[in-house]
């Protein structure tokens, strides 16, 4: 058709999202990206459980990703990090390879993810591995409530 | 013959003043694409409906995803 230059991007517009780049769109679907927490403690490989308590202790956290040099993520440690003694290198303690979601990723989707996987929040990284922040539903959006949560125990007298 | 590319050489591409096309059908399109992109889904796309675009400036066309 006589253009000079034609470029196919084979991976994508879901690889766009994937890495947490923008997008416009006309329906307006809430993406994870969109409630991100991005203030969250890391930690090396080559810290200690100290290092990790002390960060999730500044900043109020439950968990902790160990993030390399280029921010990539390579395991998460908990609140079983309250168990271990100080000296223990967290990447005795991390769970290696946690569960991760993308940006792009609707709120919806992801709650039930969650939900699916009996966690209350999920690191959130781009296609490369590379931190961006931690997802947690709303309440409202949270795991679906048993028969005895449904209802306070006092209901049952 | 299109050039393969990645999103690295899109963005960059980009800065240059090169077009992005979606050929994915509108509906795809409208539930999100990249910014600035013309829509033109590939059943549509022949001489007419290409003259949006501008024949001196790079074209870079995507679709979903590898497939």
């Known amino acids: 058709m006589g253009f000079r230059e034609v470029f196919d991007d084979a991976p994508g517009k879901v690889d766009w999202q994937a890495y947490g780049l923008p997008v416009e769109s006309d329906d307006e679907i809430p993406?994870?990206?969109?409630?991100?927490?991005?203030?969250?403690?890391?930690?090396?490989?080559?810290d200690s459980a100290s290092v990790a308590k002390r960060a999730m202790?500044?900043?109020?956290?439950?968990?902790?990703?160990?993030?390399?040099?280029?921010?990539?993520?390579?395991?998460?440690?908990?609140?079983?990090?309250?168990?271990?003694?100080?000296?223990?290198?967290?990447?005795?303690i991390m769970e290696p390879a946690p569960t991760t979601i993308r940006p792009s990723v609707s709120i919806e989707e992801a709650a039930k993810m969650l939900d699916s996987y009996e966690i209350d929040s999920v690191l959130v990284t781009r296609s490369d591995g590379k931190l961006l922040g931690v997802f947690t539903p709303e309440r409202g959006q949270h795991r679906k409530k048993t028969s005895q949560e449904a209802w306070p125990l006092e209901a049952y007298g | 013959m299109p050039q393969n590319t990645d999103r690295d050489q899109v963005r960059?591409?980009?800065?240059?003043?090169?077009?992005?096309?979606?050929?994915?059908?509108?509906?795809?399109?409208?539930?999100?694409?990249?910014?600035?992109?013309?829509?033109?889904?590939?059943?549509?796309?022949?001489?007419?409906?290409?003259?949006?675009?501008?024949?001196?400036?790079?074209?870079?066309?995507?679709?979903?995803?590898?497939?």
Request: charged share 25%; proline share 7%.
């Open chain 1, 31 to 46: 993406l994870v990206k969109d409630r991100l927490e991005r203030l969250i403690p890391v930690c090396r490989l080559a």
């Open chain 1, 57 to 92: 202790q500044e900043i109020g956290a439950n968990l902790c990703p160990i993030v390399n040099d280029a921010g990539i993520v390579l395991g998460l440690v908990g609140k079983d990090v309250w168990h271990a003694p100080d000296a223990t290198p967290v990447e005795e």
């Open chain 2, 12 to 67: 960059e591409l980009l800065r240059q003043g090169a077009q992005l096309v979606e050929v994915l059908p509108s509906k795809q399109y409208q539930k999100a694409h990249l910014p600035g992109t013309i829509n033109l889904p590939l059943k549509n796309l022949n001489r007419d409906t290409a003259t949006r675009l501008l024949k001196d400036k790079p074209v870079i066309v995507y679709c979903y995803d590898y497939q």
